[in-house]
């Protein structure tokens, strides 16, 4: 299991901002996807935002021109830039990286990262 180390979450005020981050292992091979996901509590965990291989970029439409999805390929370093955030943001906060190796599809999870956003 690919260890991914998540930092930056915390509380924040309705119409804030906040970055949250991702540190990649650099031995990680056959990545399809790489993104994150929010879980709100009682609720499913869905995709916020997520690079595809082929150069796509996917966005919930509940944060499409909020946030930003980016990434620093020299330090191996996934980002979430969250901006205007709303109470409904409020969630654990998780980095996913999809791999394909032999056929078989891996997801692999960081430890997740709560962000607080008070109304």
């Not at 830039?81 to 998780?94: F, H, P, R």
Request: proline share 2%; with cysteine; hydrophobic share 35%.
């Amino acid at each position: 299991q690919v260890q991914l180390v998540e930092s930056g979450g915390g509380l924040v005020q309705a119409g804030g901002s906040l970055t949250i981050s991702c540190e990649v292992p650099r031995s990680i091979s056959g990545i399809n996807a790489m993104g994150w996901y929010r879980q709100a509590p009682g609720k499913q965990r869905d995709l916020v935002a997520n690079f595809v291989s082929g150069g796509l970029i996917n966005y919930a439409d509940s944060v499409k021109g909020r946030f930003t999805i980016s990434r620093d390929n020299a330090k191996n370093i996934l980002y979430l830039q969250m901006t205007s955030l709303k109470a409904e943001g409020t969630a654990v906060y998780y980095c996913h990286v999809e791999t394909w190796h032999g056929g078989i599809r891996a997801n692999n999870w960081g430890q997740g990262n709560q962000v607080n956003v008070s109304s």
